[in-house]
């Protein structure tokens, strides 16, 4: 149940759980009103109240002194005539100014969810499932129209929105900011919170009081980054991930993008979001428009879990598509922390064969398999076979692979280029590169400039050619560095404000080209790990190795946070070796393998190596990952314990119909004589009787005791680093 709508110059979007409401403010100032909890029924006691407040301009062409933009809720605001605050559009016009009055012109009620042009998107199967409302805004002047998008879903606490400007004037204007949303709260405290980090270190939670003042959530480099996740939320301050309101903000985008968050100093907050405007200028000629990556709002009146659940189902879902949207992921094996780039034919058909043995279901040959490339400073651009590892050819050993009852993946990373490379020595002007300046090189490679559709074409029948040739069933798509020298020899002066973005359209082009023309291959998304886990690439790629960092214990922080807005489905965990590579950190098998099962279930080491205990623990973790595999995957995730704030960890997984769950509990360190843990469970049926096993309990247990009274945890763990498993059965 959905609906839009519009009386009295008021436009009221619901569903059974929210209302998003705005009206027509004097002038044709779109003014916001409200999102939040469902109102039943908007009676228009509330508006922004008419105050004159000094040195606050009047509207335009206004004699009225109680009304300024400065102070007015607004639902998408300029600059220059009279709000001081941050815009959520600057547009050069012909004259060199940057000041636009847009005012109300018409609206349009859409039945289901238009396509975006060129970008991913959440989308809808049936017209019932959503509906659409878009606002049109007219500066008189410019010949300007912009159109303002909101999606209000049928089942979801969900309002999407984005934007297009529209050029019905003369004269060619320059777009320097154009946001996908903008929303702007009344006066009450807030805390925000944001998803931080660095490369191995991804999708750090921090939260902050907003304070009066600007801050800025962005990426500059080219890509979503580890460093700044393309989200952000506002809560109030007792919020939990139970209680507490909680609005999130996502960013269906994987290039540079900002989120700025301000609070006046009438203690409103604004939250402008879309893509980054530090350099960005993009000339729009007339008859021309640019369409906005879409913001997915969320509002959740029970704390975190609950926004985190509509986010889940949503991406899982409406926003990945093909064969993959639903389907149990496949247990893998890669070779990349087991060889590095030391491999041949033998060496890969030895842990292939010992993956085999364990239940492992899907090989994956990672980087060094191309070129001549023995470390990561050659042949990026060269995806030819390198006969001297794999002698018999890459054909050859998929086949055999495939024929010893696995799948077979394959490592590429398509948008980079080395300068030692075949690719480099025919068209240097391919990778960015400013003329006259040096190049600055990352991880021994330069980027290729996707926003040219000669560059596109050649990658793409590169790696046509094999698989064509090679029964492929899985792809890891790689991205190793961040951009520099962001500039395309093809586009004018003029235009290079353009390049940035214009390569993220160019990279969703051969995405959409490769998947639609190899529907049968399950794509994996990765840059260095985590630095590239956006929505903008789940809709093409359905799971995303989610850290490089393989360390159980720093992947409890990487996957909680991960799990804000990031459904498990999408998410790739892997046991890995100890000591590990990146930490030095030692961790039972145990415990490795209670972390990786919390995600797309997988093995990062040399299996070769393993002990008889280990192949027998291997083959328990493969086993009772299968049979469970649906729910971990599939099921409603709750976070139940955070490892931002304790020494302990806990999540659970809930089938639908709460019969049965998973709870995974996890301790960091131990303590001498440390206080008895009671964790309270979530998520299920009060009435139902739970079967409670694992960790040495044997229970029968009603719902509402488990929830509400709890259980004692860790009572067997003995040292660091420990963790345990309990099954839920309904009898």
């Known amino acids: 149940m ?25 002038g044709g100032i779109l003014s916001h009103l409200y999102f939040g909890k469902k109102i039943a029924d908007y009676q228009e006691g509330f508006r922004f109240p008419r105050v004159d407040r000094s040195f606050a301009a009047n509207l335009p062409n206004s004699t009225e002194r ?35 009055d847009f005012r109300y012109d018409s609206y349009e009620i859409i039945s289901g969810k238009p396509k975006l042009k060129d970008l991913p998107a959440t989308y809808v199967e049936a017209d019932a499932e959503a509906d659409t409302l878009k606002v049109t805004l007219k500066d008189e002047v410019g010949g300007l129209y912009l159109d303002l998008y909101y999606t209000i879903f049928a089942n979801q606490p969900l309002v999407s929105r984005w934007s297009e400007l529209r050029n019905g004037g003369e004269q060619t204007v320059h777009i320097q900011k154009l946001a996908s949303s903008s929303l702007d709260f009344p006066k009450r405290d807030l805390e925000l919170l944001h998803l931080c980090g660095s490369w191995s270190r991804e999708r750090t939670i921090e939260r902050e009081v907003v304070h009066h003042g600007i801050k800025k959530i962005d990426s500059k480099r080219g890509s979503s980054s580890h460093f700044e996740n393309p989200f952000v939320a506002l809560l109030s301050p007792h919020a939990t991930e139970t209680v507490g309101d909680v609005y999130g903000f996502s960013l269906v985008y994987s290039g540079n993008h900002e989120a700025i968050i ?30 906005t990556p879409e913001v997915v709002m969320a509002y959740s009146s029970q704390g975190l879990n609950q926004m985190s659940q509509a986010y889940h189902e949503l991406y899982r879902n409406r926003l990945v598509r093909g064969k993959f949207r639903n389907q149990e992921r496949p247990i893998l094996a890669n ?46 651009g060269d995806w030819v076979e390198d006969r001297r590892k794999l002698k018999h050819g890459l054909k050859t050993l998929a086949e055999a692979i495939k024929q010893n009852g696995m799948q077979f993946g394959l490592w590429f990373e398509p948008e980079m280029i ?81 390049v940035a973005h214009r390569y993220m359209l160019g990279l969703y082009d051969l995405l959409e080209k ?23 690439m789940l809709y093409y790629m359905p799971q995303v190795w989610t850290s490089d960092n393989t360390d159980a214990i720093s992947r409890l922080k990487i996957q909680y946070g991960t799990s804000l807005v990031y459904p498990i489905s999408s998410m790739g965990a892997h046991v890995a070796a100890v000591p590990n590579h990146q930490t030095g950190r030692i961790t039972s098998l145990q415990t490795r393998g209670a972390v990786a099962m919390s995600g797309v279930f997988g093995y990062e080491l040399d299996l070769t190596t393993l002990s008889p205990e280990e192949k027998a623990e291997f083959k328990e973790q493969v086993a009772f990952y299968k049979k469970h595999r649906q729910l971990i995957q599939y099921g409603e995730f709750l976070r139940l314990r955070s490892p931002f704030e304790k020494n302990q960890t806990a ?23 440390a206080p008895f843990e009671v964790l309270q469970l979530g998520g299920l049926n009060t009435e139902y009787t ?13 719902g509402d005791q488990l929830m509400n009274l709890g259980l004692y945890m860790g009572l067997n763990f003995n040292g660091d680093f420990q963790s345990s498993i309990l099954h839920l059965q309904a009898q």
């Open 690 to 702: 739970y079967h409670v096993t694992g960790d040495g309990l044997d229970l029968a247990v009603k």
């Open 66 to 100: 109680v009304f300024s933009l400065d102070t007015v809720l607004q639902e998408f605001p300029g600059h220059g005539n009279g709000d001081f605050r941050e815009p959520a559009q600057i547009i050069r016009h012909p004259d060199g100014s940057t000041i636009s």
């Open 418 to 498: 080395s300068e030692d490379s075949e690719l480099f020595k025919a068209h240097p002007d391919w990778a960015f590169h400013v003329p006259g300046r040096p190049m600055s090189p990352g991880r021994g490679q330069f980027v290729l400039d996707f926003s040219r559709a000669d560059v596109r074409e050649n990658i793409f029948q590169q790696m046509k050619n094999i698989l064509d040739e090679v029964p492929i069933d899985y792809i890891k798509w790689d991205m190793n560095r961040n951009m520099t020298e962001v500039y395309s020899s093809l586009l004018t002066a003029e235009e290079q404000g353009t």
């Open 651 to 673: 999540w659970m997984f809930i089938a639908p119909d709460r019969k049965e769950a998973l709870v995974f509990y996890y301790q960091t360190l131990a303590e001498a004589v």
């Open 2 to 26: 959905k609906s839009i709508r519009v009386e009295n110059g008021v436009f009221h979007l619901s569903n059974q759980t929210i209302s998003y409401l705005f009206y027509i403010e004097e």
């Open 262 to 291: 301000q609070k006046d100093a009438y203690d409103q907050t604004r939250v402008v979001m879309g893509i980054n405007s530090f350099g960005f200028d993009w000339p729009l000629a007339v008859g021309e428009s640019f369409v």
């Open 514 to 536: 490769l998947t639609q023309a190899y529907p049968d291959i399950l794509f994996e998304s990765c840059s260095g790990g985590g630095g590239r886990f956006d929505p903008g």
């Open 335 to 380: 070779n990349w922390e087991a060889t590095f780039f030391d491999f041949d034919d033998e060496k890969i058909m030895a842990i292939a064969d010992e993956a085999k043995d364990l239940g492992v279901e899907l090989f994956v040959l990672d980087d060094g398999w191309f070129g001549h490339r023995d470390s990561d400073n050659s042949s990026l």
